[in-house]
């Protein structure tokens, strides 16, 4: 929460006129605030990492900025393996993201992070604007057990 006006101004810097306002990302940081990571350099946002649960396993990756002062040391692809962590620890399988094409720092990135291209949509910002749709399938946890159900006598606290 505290690093909500923070990433509100970084949006705006970055994204503007299609930044998501604050009372946006207050009402998305109430749904999916759990999945989300952001750089804490020495107490300053330096980036940040959005992430949206669906209703199945899937989530979508919804926004990703570095601080331009920060640009090109690896904060980005650091945020995104931190996100995909979260997403499997949530027992999510499938991360999807949608890229401007002309962005071809984020587009590496997240060919380099293992993102391939699935769809195109040749005015998903408007008339000329095309968006590319990528997608990652996530590990599962290896130490998730596979048999999820618990066994009463292991997990009580002792004499109970
Ligand atoms: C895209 C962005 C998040 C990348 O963050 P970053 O911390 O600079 O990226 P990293 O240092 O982790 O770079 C990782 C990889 O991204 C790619 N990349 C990053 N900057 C690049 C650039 N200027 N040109 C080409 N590729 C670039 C490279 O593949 C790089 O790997 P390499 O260093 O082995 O070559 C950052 O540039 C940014 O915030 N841009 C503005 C907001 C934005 O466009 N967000 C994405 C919206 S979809």
């Known amino acids: ?3 909500l006006t923070a990433i509100a101004e970084m949006e ?10 604050y009372f946006v990302l207050r009402q998305l940081f109430d749904i999916h605030g759990a999945l989300w990571v952001v750089a ?5 946002v330096g980036g940040y990492a959005l992430v949206a649960a669906g209703q199945t396993q899937e989530a979508w990756l919804i926004g990703l900025a570095v601080s331009s ?3 090109g040391r690896g ?3 650091s945020l995104i393996e931190q996100a995909v962590a979260s997403c499997t620890a949530a027992d999510l399988d499938t991360l999807f993201l949608t890229v401007r094409p002309s962005n071809t720092s984020a587009t590496n990135l997240y060919k380099a992070s293992g993102f391939r291209g699935i769809g195109y949509d040749e005015k998903y910002f408007g ?3 095309p968006r590319e749709l990528l997608v990652r399938r996530l590990a599962p946890v290896a130490s998730r057990p596979t048999n999820l159900r618990w066994d009463k006598n292991e ?5 109970e």
Do not use: C, K, N, T
Not at 40 to 44: K, M, Q, S, V
């Open 127 to 129: 008339v000329g604007e």
């Open 40 to 44: 804490d350099l020495a107490g300053a």
């Open 155 to 159: 997990f009580l606290p002792p004499g």
């Open 69 to 71: 002062s920060h640009q």
């Open 12 to 21: 705006s810097r970055e994204f503007s006129p299609l930044a998501y306002p």
């Open 75 to 77: 904060l980005g692809r």
């Open 1 to 3: 929460m505290d690093d």
